[in-house]
């Protein structure tokens, strides 16, 4: 997946239709930033799903074309968990409460 930082208006104010071709929504679950990174490819994932099964309901990709497409979509999404969040559990290990 790419790197968020060109997607966010205060990185690049010169570009507001960003906004309006990827928004972004805002992300509340617990937050480390493996996570937050996670839930902006996850994001992005999702706008390109939508966009290629718009392009396909259009007759603009064909429907094998669309399926190889959405495949490599997936495949990049399963690595960017792997990486990320797998990653992370292994190298954070839960270390106990201080009983103080």
């Known amino acids: 997946m790419h790197d968020t930082n060109d997607r966010f208006p205060e990185t690049h104010p010169d570009k507001p239709q960003m906004n309006f071709l990827y928004p972004l929504s805002r992300y509340y679950g617990e937050f480390t930033p493996e996570q937050l990174i996670f839930n ?4 992005e994932f999702a706008q390109r799903i939508s966009l290629l099964c718009g392009l396909e309901t259009g007759g603009k990709l ?11 979509l997936w495949q990049d999404l399963t690595e960017s968990k792997k990486q990320l969040l797998d990653q ?13």
């Open 40 to 43: 902006a490819n996850l994001q």
């Open 62 to 72: 064909s429907p094998e074309e669309t399926y190889q497409q959405i495949k490599v």
């Open 88 to 100: 992370a559990r292994r190298d954070h290990p839960n270390l106990p409460e201080d009983e103080s």
